[in-house]
């Protein structure tokens, strides 16, 4: 797997603003099929910096209707790296 193709984008909210200005952890969505190690190689290549640590979840897709039926939206992994506090990812 590429390192382009682990990190789909990287997810930009208030929340997510707020916790890489406090405590230096940034969000991504990532693939699905990506674990902590290939998401820890591909950011510190991507943007030249430490990783400290990788936190995974998986957003459940939701049931989704119409007039012509029901269907699933799709599941999203996001991954939530630790930065190591002298490194800085500038997104903007």
């Not at 682990?6 to 406090?22: C, D």
């Not at 995974?56 to 630790?82: E, M, P």
């Amino acid at each position: 797997m590429e390192k382009t193709d682990v990190i789909v984008k990287p997810l930009v909210t208030e929340k997510t603003t707020f916790y890489a200005n406090e405590y230096n952890r940034i969000a991504f969505e990532v693939d699905g099929r990506a674990t902590k190690p290939i998401i820890k190689k591909a950011v510190e290549e991507l943007y030249k910096v430490r990783v400290l640590g990788v936190a995974t979840k998986v957003r459940k897709g939701q049931l989704q209707r119409n007039r012509f039926g029901y269907w699933k939206s799709r599941d999203v992994k996001q991954a939530i790296v630790k930065v190591h506090p002298e490194d800085k990812i500038e997104l903007f």
